[in-house]
Each structure stands twice: as structure tokens, then as C-alpha cells.
């Protein structure tokens, strides 16, 4: 069954009278060469095992399985198991779990399927649930490698460089834990429905170590503080934040110290800059 041709995807949900969740954000792929380049990209094979979310109606995963040694695919919505039973049976190295990602030890699920094998994640995220996803993906802390196809804007965002418009908080935190990577652009009639944006696939790489000295949560607390009000001064924003433990003129003379010029935004660091300034705080 080719599960990205329009005609069997159509009859195949009204085989099993399958109807789309916005709430899910459900966009199935119909073009082949999508679920090819994505697990292509994972850069899989025999010694890997790759955790999937979001397995739709499986085009995704059929490619995974043909590359790793096992794939396990977490699926919440229970209207797709036994389409998954149908599409999959020919891939005797994938296992569905019925489930919600955000509710599930990812780690102890990576432990549990993949022994002996690397574990990777792969997956064409739902919109709604792209930034959480990614973020616990991260911090389980397991994963060789995380590629995933999200929205086009949000992949900017996390591979977006210091200063830009596009860098936030989670692009911090995102580079932060790993290497990323803006690999190529998915246009909107790949999919069924067809969304009303863009999409792109990211690779992050996870970091063997961090990329910064110092106490990640307090290098964190510090971006937090920057980013709530991005459009305030540094100073501002510190100041907001921390003004129970330091008076503006103290505030002023640590971003000094810093090499900052006291005007400047907090968008405008990078994260040996953030670092520098969680140390003095600290």
C-alpha cells in the first residue's frame, strides 16, 4: 500500500471511517519523497532504534523501519491503532504504543525498546505540540540525534542566530542542548488537509556537553528574565526580576562587567554572554 498516494489514504480512513482532529493537528503526508528525506536524514541503520510521535497513518514509519533495528511509535489518538495495524503489519521491527507523549518517561522508553541499540528520535510533529515535544525530547537526555518536521517559523526560530529577530528563549534552549540544523522546506500541498503554512525538518544534534560554563538554571533564569519583556532594556528586564537582590545602579555595573553597553536588549546576547551574566548574579 503506498500511504502517501491520495487515492489509497482516502480509502483507507473511509475503510475505517477515520475523520481528521484539528484539535490534533492531523496533516497526513502525500508526497513520498517527504518521508524518504526525513529518515534519510535520521541517518538510521540496523544498530539504531528510533522512537517516533505522532505516527499518523505510518508513511513515516514504514521508512524508519526499513532503516533502524526497532521503531516504536507513539500514537494518542486510538482511531488510528487499527489503521496502524493494517499499514504496518509488514514491519515486524515496529511497535505502536497507544499513548500520549507528553505523559510518558521518554527516556525509560527509549531504555525499555531500544537495548543494545542507539536511540534516535524521528517524527513529523503536530503543530500544537512541537515546542513541549522537542523540549522533553532534550532533557531525556537519550537521543543521538532528533529530527523532526515541525512548522517552518518555529524551525527558524530554534536554529536562529543571536541577535535576529527569529531568537527567543527556545532557540537558547534549543542550542543550548544540542547542534540544530535547518535542513530543507515542506510546502503546504504535501499533506492532506493541507496546512496553511509551511513546514521544514530540523536535526539537533544533542552536545556532549554544554556549550557554556556554569549552572544551566541559572543561565536559564537569566533568559527567562530577558525574554519576558523583550522589547525592555536588559537592564529593565533585569531589573524586574531580580530587584529584590540588586539595585538598578548594581544591575547596571554586572552588565557593565559584562563588556554590555547598558542599553542593550536582551535579544541581542548570545549564550556565553547569558552565562557570563547568571555567574555574576549568582
Known sequence: ????????????????????SKSMGQNFLVADWVPREIAGAAGLDRSCGVLEIGPGIGPL??????????VAAVELDTSLLPILAETL??????????????????RAV?????????????????????????TRLLEAGCFQSITVMIQREVARRICASPGGSDCGAFSLFCQYHAQCELLFEVPPDCFL???????????LTPRAAPPVDG??????????????QRRKTLLNALSAAYGRRFS??????????????????????????FAQLARRLG
Open 1 to 20: 500500500m503506498d500511504l502517501c498516494d491520495i487515492r489509497e489514504i482516502k480509502a483507507l480512513l473511509a475503510r475505517h471511517g477515520f475523520h481528521f
Open 61 to 70: 514509519t514504514q521508512q524508519l523501519a526499513r532503516r533502524a533495528g526497532r
Open 89 to 106: 503489519a509488514g514491519c515486524p521491527n515496529v511497535e505502536i504504543i497507544p499513548g500520549d507523549a507528553m505523559k510518558l518517561d521518554l
Open 110 to 134: 527509549a531504555a525499555e525498546r531500544f537495548p543494545g541499540l542507539t536511540a534516535k528520535a524521528c517524527a513529523n510533529l503536530p503543530y500544537n505540540i512541537t515546542t513541549p515535544v522537542i
Open 193 to 203: 488537509p493541507a496546512p496553511k503554512v509551511t513546514s521544514a525538518v530540523v536535526r
Open 215 to 228: 549552572d544551566r538554571d541559572a543561565v536559564f533564569a537569566v533568559v527567562k528574565a530577558a525574554f519576558a
Open 248 to 273: 538598578k545602579e548594581q544591575l547596571r555595573q554586572i552588565i557593565l562587567d559584562c563588556g554590555l553597553p547598558e542599553t542593550v536588549r536582551g535579544e541581542r546576547l548570545n549564550l556565553e554572554q
